[in-house]
């Protein structure tokens, strides 16, 4: 069966950083792109991040760039997402999914997802 069980989040200040953390069961997780999607309160779910497990390709969406840092542990099965001077749009649920394929501007068709860590910016 597979697992996505995600944590690291919770409630920071704008400016803050937090580290999320993925860990995955139940397949071969070395073999599997692993991609980040955040859902924020009352909108639809957002490609954040993904890691490819052919030749190691990163990718990130453009309001991702130079503040997420997504990174893989496949001897541990776990998949990371860093976050640097957080912002209130920054809130959001963020999701660990397995799997993906890139569109050209994003990633989609992640086959399963985990339940998600709650992210709040706020003073």
């Known amino acids: 069966e597979v697992q996505l069980v995600e944590s690291g989040g919770g409630l920071v200040q704008p400016g803050g950083s937090l580290r999320l953390s993925c860990e995955a069961s139940g397949f071969n997780f070395g073999g599997y792109a692993m991609t980040w999607v955040r859902q924020a309160p009352g909108k639809g779910p957002e490609w954040v991040s993904s890691f490819n497990n052919n030749g190691g390709r990163i990718r990130y969406a453009d309001f991702a760039k130079g503040r997420f840092t997504i990174s893989r542990d496949n001897a541990k099965n776990m998949v990371y997402l860093q976050i640097l001077s957080l912002r209130p749009a920054d809130t959001a649920v963020y999701y660990c999914?397995?799997?993906?394929?890139?569109?050209?501007?994003?990633?989609?068709?992640?086959?399963?997802w985990g339940k998600g860590t709650l992210v709040t910016v706020s003073l």
């Open positions: 999914a397995k799997g993906g394929s890139f569109s050209g501007r994003e990633y989609y068709g992640m086959d399963y």
